[in-house]
T-cell receptor, first 115, second 114 residues
Framework: AQSVTQLDSQVPVFEEAPVELRCNYS??????LFWYVQYPNQGLQLLLK??????LVESINGFEAEFNKSQTSFHLRKPSVHISDTAEYFCAGTYSGAGSYQLTFGKGTKLSVIP | NAGVTQTPKFQVLKTGQSMTLQCAQDMNHEYMSWYRQDPGMGLRLIHYSVGAGITDQGEVPNGYNVSRSTTEDFPLRLLSAAPSQTSVYFC?????????????FGEGSRLTVL
């Protein structure tokens, strides 16, 4: 079965420090990868996605993720975090080639930014 | 600019009761889905639909029914509620059925089964 693994359930980090949230996916014929963010008491919102092309993708609020096929990873990074980045982050993947229409989500990583 | 609307936001049921969680989207999306979110489990797909009249099971379909009579609406029915169904439920839709498109989520429905 296809799977997405988020290696850390909680990540505390001080404000203005860099952060990396790790995500690994099971390999398949082809794959589309996403990062979603969930702020408290809200639904999920798309942060960024990789479909094809450049392996480095960026969001409008300073996050970036790099698709690494050899390591089957899609880690999320930000060079300097803000208090407002405190949220839960979900890595997700869609696997094509088998008529699959659904995303598989990781279990989430709670990012806590400490003032 | 409503997007995906879920009702109710909160519900308390007794074991054995039935209820329907409503989901409506005004973006003319073909793809709609229901997820449940439990602590430490991430989101798990319950049922999904790729268009009116077409539904299919996800990872955890037992105890839930869905139907898709219109493009806009995708209700989730709990037939006989159990405490294990205590969860936060999210409806999501997408314009792209092949999995490359963004999922738009509702704000969630928090269900407690006593």
């Amino acid at each position: 079965a296809q799977s997405v693994t988020q290696l850390d359930s909680q990540v505390p980090v001080f404000e203005e420090a860099p952060v990396e949230l790790r995500c690994n996916y099971s390999s398949s014929v082809s794959v589309y990868l996403f990062w979603y963010v969930q702020y408290p008491n809200q639904g999920l919102q798309l942060l960024l996605k990789y479909l094809s092309g450049s392996t480095l993708v960026e969001s409008i609020n300073g996050f970036e993720a790099e698709f690494n096929k050899s390591q089957t990873s899609f880690h999320l990074r930000k060079p300097s975090v803000h208090i407002s980045d405190t949220a839960e982050y979900f890595c997700a993947g869609t696997y094509s080639g088998a008529g699959s229409y659904q995303l598989t989500f990781g279990k989430g990583t709670k990012l806590s930014v400490i003032p | 600019n409503a997007g995906v609307t879920q009702t109710p936001k909160f519900q308390v049921l007794k074991t054995g009761q039935s209820m329907t969680l409503q989901c409506a989207q005004d973006m003319n999306h073909e793809y709609m889905s229901w997820y449940r979110q439990d602590p430490g489990m991430g989101l798990r797909l319950i049922h999904y639909s790729v268009g009116a009249g077409i539904t299919d099971q996800g990872e955890v379909p037992n105890g839930y029914n869905v139907s898709r009579s219109t493009t806009e609406d995708f209700p989730l029915r709990l037939l006989s509620a159990a405490p294990s169904q205590t969860s936060v439920y999210f409806c999501a839709s997408s314009y792209q059925v092949l999995g490359t498109g963004e999922l738009f989520f509702g704000e969630g429905s928090r269900l407690t089964v006593l």
